[in-house]
């Protein structure tokens, strides 16, 4: 780990250290740009809980998230990034476009900055929701559906996401239940008639969860509300997938421009509506959010960075 030397020009400062920062560190420090990546916990960000991978290229086997990360932080390394655990306070951008990152210990004055803060999924807060995840709790049917093929599965949620990770489990087993608390979907009416007119596909409307309940090793049943009869019963299900909404990490940047969920906008480039702001990962507005595109908004938004700086440089900016 790494603190600011003195007299030290940084030319890219990175929030955030899961894929998409360590991806943005390692394109940046190999660009030959001076590079930090503050993370405020340890490099890896959510990737850290992944118990087994098996959908990340160039691996034939199942490599756990602990064990990318690693990689993934020591390749940063290598290259010359600099990883720092701490906090940030604030981001201030200043009148002549460059920005100001604020931590307890050191301020950093640059001229590019790389959101990569990810976001926090929604929880229900039903009882057994934290005991069980990574045991059958899952926030992501991409990555954790293949585990419970030909298995009963319940969805909860009634947005585009839950319908459209409905529709992929769907693939894996016949025996998919998506419950939502109202009496019809929120998702796109496309969307949902694919759900509502899938075989298999057992849609409950006017349901809650109450709990998750297992065996202490894996999801085994769970208990279900039915908001019009009042009713309370269990019902034995092999995993949870749960899709009620994101809060993407966004509170440093409040000037930048944001969509309707909360999410950074960015064009191709991952540039925000602010010069000098890029954002990667879940932070901002993409439509599929896995470790492989986080990785790629990374390396994108440095290669993106390295060319703004250029530009600059060739101003007598920086």
Same mark, same amino acid.
């Given at each position: ?111 590019? %900055? ?44 009634g947005g585009d996401s ?13 025996? %998919? %239940?998506i419950i939502h608390r ?100 879940? %932070? ?35």
């Amino acid at each position: 780990m790494s603190e600011l030397k003195e007299n030290e020009k940084v030319d890219i400062i990175i929030i955030g250290g899961g894929p998409a920062g360590l991806s943005a560190a390692q394109y940046a420090a190999r660009a030959g740009l001076s590079t930090y990546m503050i993370e405020e916990m340890a490099p890896g960000g959510q990737t850290l809980i992944i118990d087994d991978l098996e959908n990340y290229p160039g691996f034939d086997e199942p490599i756990s998230g602990f064990d990318l990360s690693d990689r993934f932080h020591r390749q940063a390394e290598n290259f010359g990034a600099n990883i720092i655990l701490s906090s940030v306070d604030a981001v201030i951008r200043n009148d002549d476009g460059s920005f100001t990152v604020k931590t307890p210990s050191q301020d950093y004055t640059v001229p590019v %900055v790389i959101m990569a803060t990810g976001a926090k999924r929604k929880l229900i807060g039903a009882p057994g929701e934290k005991e069980y995840q990574g045991k059958g709790v899952s926030y992501c049917a991409t990555c954790d559906g293949p585990f419970f093929r030909n298995k009963k599965i319940l969805v909860v949620g009634g947005g585009d996401s839950a319908c459209d990770e409905s529709l992929f489990l769907s693939k894996l087993t016949e025996n %998919v %239940v998506i419950i939502h608390r109202r009496d019809r979907f929120r998702a796109q009416k496309s969307i949902a008639d694919n759900v509502e007119h899938n075989d298999h596909i057992e849609t409950r409307f006017m349901h809650t969860l109450n709990e998750i309940k297992g065996d202490g090793k894996k999801v085994t049943h769970v208990s279900l509300h039915n908001v019009e009869t009042g009713e309370d019963y269990d019902e034995p299900f092999d995993a949870v997938f749960i899709f009620i909404g994101a809060n993407p990490s966004t509170a440093l940047v409040p000037f930048a421009g944001l969509d309707d969920d909360g999410y950074i906008i960015t064009d191709d480039h991952m540039r925000s509506t602010i010069p000098g702001l890029f954002a990667a990962g879940d %932070v901002r507005n993409g439509m599929f959010k896995q470790i492989i595109t986080a990785a790629s908004d990374g390396a994108i938004a440095a290669h993106a960075a390295a060319q703004y700086i250029d530009e600059l440089r060739g101003q007598a900016y920086v």
